[in-house]
């Protein structure tokens, strides 16, 4: 009789159609409410075909950052002679695939050129510096990018700004003076202040509300903040902490992202250590889901064969949610358990890394017409194909 059921079963598994469905990050961040799930990336990757196959996968990516072809020091190599060879590449892969471009970044202190570094500047000739490096990009990038973080890491641990060529020169009002540069070039896009550690809050979650209030109380536009969220497994905050310090930024009217998020592991990997980042990822993205005004979440780069962990840290990778051979890791689905799909995931691929598949099942689907999200919503936030969890507003989302 058993043997019967087996059969039966076998047979049935065989003809019945597929209900299940696959579901990628980037879906499963649209079913709840954001913007994207994206990744950071950087040009000598690109030629990486089964890389690039990845992070075409609009599944998974529905916006991507270049990690670091918009910076000073390449599109300004020497003062005045701009470059956007190496952006426009990326900005192009984005719009090929139907991808968000978050751009990054227009004043940082790290990656200046070194006409930049080594001039002698006034406050007045530095003011023009910056305001025609800003100038030029921004124009440049007009209608392509979703966000610009226009200054990146302006403070120190402790809240007070960090000592740079343009704090030292101009003072804080480099900032203002940066994001009204911006809006000029692009009143559209939305500008950003991003920058790491701030999800502990304290004192430098502090500095960055004052740089917000700051732009503010300047009559400038400034539109969001980024979280970086570059973290070593085990010290990301719980998901409620997460949450209060998103909710600080919000209460002041910008919105808020994780703009770089990694999770380090002292190597080797264990599957314990594996199983913390899982959780660390899946608590982060959860607090994004459950900030009203937290907007999307963006990994540092997809797989470990990439990342800029291990060349900083040492002893330490294995950051990213894929690893080196672009196999899943727990991680992959602790964001996908934090963004509310419960999902066994299988993943083959060769040794030589040259195809990658992956299958992910939830165990819950909603009926077209259903409800998938909405505040307070308990139940299946996941469509049956080929219907997506459309929002209508923000009690309630729809299977269309
Ligand atoms: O371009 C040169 C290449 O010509 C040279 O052969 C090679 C030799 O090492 O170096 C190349 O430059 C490297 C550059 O990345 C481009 O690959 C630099 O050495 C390297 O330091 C640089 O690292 C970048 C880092 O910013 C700079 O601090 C990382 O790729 C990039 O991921 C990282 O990104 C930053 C964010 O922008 C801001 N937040 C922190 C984050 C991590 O540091």
């Not at 020497?78 to 190496?86: A, D």
């Not at 380090?264 to 599957?271: C, D, G, W």
């Not at 937290?294 to 060349?311: E, L, N, R």
Request: charged share 10%.
């Amino acid at each position: 009789m058993v043997q019967l059921f087996s059969l039966i079963a076998a047979i049935a598994a065989s003809v019945l159609p597929n209900t299940v469905a696959a579901v990628g990050l980037d879906e499963a961040a649209l079913a709840k409410g954001l913007l994207y799930f994206g990744s950071a990336t950087d040009n000598p990757e690109l030629t990486d075909v089964p890389y690039l196959t990845q992070l075409s996968n609009i599944a998974d990516f529905g916006q991507i950052t270049p990690g670091n072809s918009q910076k000073w020091d390449t599109t300004e190599p020497t003062q005045g002679t701009f470059s956007f060879t190496k952006g426009d590449v990326i900005a192009d892969l984005a719009d090929a695939n139907g991808q968000y471009l978050r751009c990054h970044t227009l004043l940082w202190h790290q990656q200046l050129p070194s006409w930049l570094t080594s001039g002698t500047w006034t406050n007045a000739t530095l003011i023009a510096v910056l305001q025609n490096h800003i100038t030029n990009v921004v124009t440049h990038y007009k209608g392509s990018c979703i966000h610009w973080d226009v200054v990146n890491e302006a403070l120190n641990e402790d809240g007070t700004y960090r000592t740079n060529i343009f704090y030292e020169t101009i003072g804080e009002s480099y900032i203002p003076i940066a994001f009204a540069a911006a809006a000029a070039a692009d009143p559209d896009v939305k500008l950003y202040y991003n920058d790491y550690n701030l999800e502990y809050g304290g004192n430098k979650a502090a500095g960055a509300r004052a740089i917000v209030q700051l732009v503010m109380n300047a009559g400038i536009q400034i539109d969001g903040v980024g979280f970086q969220g570059h973290f070593e497994a085990g010290t990301v905050p719980g998901k409620s902490s997460l949450v209060s310090v998103l909710q600080s930024f919000t209460a002041l009217g910008v919105e808020v992202a994780y703009t770089e998020v990694d999770v380090r592991i002292q190597l080797p990997t264990s599957a314990t250590t594996l199983a913390q980042q899982s959780t660390d990822f899946q608590n982060l993205v959860q607090s994004c889901v459950e900030t009203i005004g937290c907007v999307g979440f963006t990994i540092w780069d997809w797989t470990d064969k990439y990342s800029w962990v291990p060349s900083v840290f040492s002893g330490y990778g294995a950051a990213l949610p894929w690893d080196e051979n672009f196999v899943k890791k727990p991680a992959y689905d602790g964001l996908l358990k934090g963004m509310g799909v419960t999902s066994t995931t299988t993943a083959t691929t060769s040794t030589s890394a040259t195809t990658t598949s992956t299958t992910t099942t939830s165990t819950a689907t909603a009926a077209h017409w259903s409800q998938c999200s909405g505040n307070g919503w308990t139940g299946s936030t996941v469509c049956a194909s080929p219907w997506s969890c459309t929002y209508q507003n923000d009690w309630y989302s729809q299977c269309l």
